[in-house]
Structure formats: structure tokens, C-alpha cells
């Protein structure tokens, strides 16, 4: 499973669109990124997936580059209750059979009034 | 029906009680797992159950024993816990359809605290 790096904290205010980027320079060639929210004491729950390029959806985008060693998830107009970690996984998590999830440390993103 | 329920939410056991965590969903989902999660730590995967069958023990000490008795229901037998054992217990399910697994919808949570 490629490892992931991204940011420990990052702060931004309401109404901002706040960017998280990941790093992933092993991605292997079968592998998606995928991102998930957790808010304290609940569990994670799925925000996007992709493959390449941009994906966007009724939440967030997600934008990859060709060479797929890095992944940007954006916020559009963040509030309050946007306030949790995300975290970013890659691994062939369409593949047959059980799928194994290694979340790293995530990031902590607090918006501020 | 998009929801995974846990019960129950809060649970505090003596070293040598036996407990049971218990895990429900309702969409059709065939695969399940189980997660642990320190406080300010990622989820940490303990087990998973791909149709009803045991396919990934993370190395997990005997004294937490999963059990999947159909396809909707998943179980957490605790006995001869130890303190470093309390943390929340996630567990989670998934869509497995055309030989692929599709994302992972999360429980809530057992907050559990061994004394």
C-alpha cells in the first residue's frame, strides 16, 4: 500500500475554499485515491474518489496531476461544520476480495468564524 | 437505508468481564470490519469479514474475538481485556458487486473503557 503524506493541521476562515494536497509517490499503476472526514467521536465517512484527472461531486473535488504522485482535495466555500480530520488513502480499493484500509495521520483542518 | 448502528455507544468493563460489541447494517453490504481508534490517532483496521468469512486478522490478541453470524450482522466478543485496550471501536461495511469493493460506510462507534 503506497504511503501517504499530508499536512498535521491547517486553519482557514468561513467562506474560503480550503485546499488539502497529499503526497503519494508510490502509487502504483491499479491504485485510487480516496479521502474520508472524521469528526470527533464518530466514524470517517467517505467524501470522493478518483483515478486521474478531477473528480467533483455534490461535496468536494478532487484533482490528480498525469504522473499521479500528489492529489489536491478542495473545499468550496467551507463553514463552521467543516471543521474535522481528513484523511487521504491510495490502494487498489476496487480490487476482489476484502479491502484493507491504512489511514495515516490525516490532517486537521479547523475553520475559524 | 444508508446507516451503520452500533451498539452500544459507551461501555465500561472490569479486566476480567466478558462484553460483546455488536454491529448492524442494512444495505446489502457483504463485506465488514472492524477498526480501533486511540484518542488523536488514525483508525487502526482489526479485522475483516468478506461474505460472512473471516479474510484478514491484523494480528489482533485472542482476548478480542469477531464473529459475523449472517450478512447483516457483525460481533465483537471482549474477554480479559487490559486498560490499553480502551479506545473507540469502529466498525464498518461495504459494497462487494462484480468482484469489486466499493467505498466503506463507518459506524459511529463503541467508546469502550477497561478499569
Known amino acids: 500500500l503506497a504511503k501517504t503524506t499530508q499536512p498535521i493541521s491547517m486553519d482557514s476562515y468561513e467562506g474560503q475554499e480550503v485546499n488539502i494536497t497529499c503526497s503519494h509517490n508510490n502509487i502504483a499503476t491499479n491504485d485510487y485515491i480516496t479521502w474520508y472526514q472524521q469528526f470527533p467521536s464518530q466514524g470517517p465517512r467517505f467524501i470522493i474518489q478518483?483515478?486521474?484527472t478531477k473528480v467533483t461531486n455534490e461535496v468536494a473535488s478532487l484533482f490528480i496531476p498525469a504522473d499521479r504522485k500528489s492529489s489536491t482535495l478542495s473545499l468550496p466555500r467551507v463553514s463552521l461544520s467543516d471543521t474535522a480530520v481528513y484523511y487521504c488513502l491510495v490502494g487498489d480499493y476496487r480490487s476482489q476480495g476484502a479491502q484493507k484500509l491504512v489511514f495515516g495521520q490525516g490532517t486537521r483542518l479547523t475553520i475559524n468564524p | 437505508d444508508t446507516e451503520v448502528t452500533q451498539t452500544p455507544k459507551h461501555l465500561v468493563m472490569g479486566m476480567t468481564n466478558k462484553k460483546s460489541l455488536k454491529c448492524e447494517q442494512h444495505?446489502?453490504?457483504?463485506?465488514m470490519y472492524w477498526y480501533k481508534q486511540k484518542a488523536k490517532k488514525p483508525p487502526e483496521l482489526m479485522f475483516v469479514?468478506?461474505?460472512?468469512?473471516?479474510?484478514i486478522n491484523e494480528s489482533v490478541p485472542s482476548r478480542f474475538s469477531p464473529e459475523c453470524p449472517n450478512s447483516s450482522l457483525l460481533n465483537l466478543h471482549l474477554h480479559a481485556l487490559q486498560p490499553e485496550d480502551s479506545a473507540l471501536y469502529l466498525c464498518a461495511s461495504s459494497q462487494v458487486s462484480g468482484g469489486l469493493t466499493y467505498e466503506q460506510y463507518f459506524g459511529p462507534g463503541t467508546r469502550l473503557t477497561v478499569t
Open positions: 469479514y468478506s461474505y460472512e468469512k473471516l479474510s
Open positions: 478518483g483515478y486521474k
Open positions: 444495505m446489502g453490504h457483504r463485506a
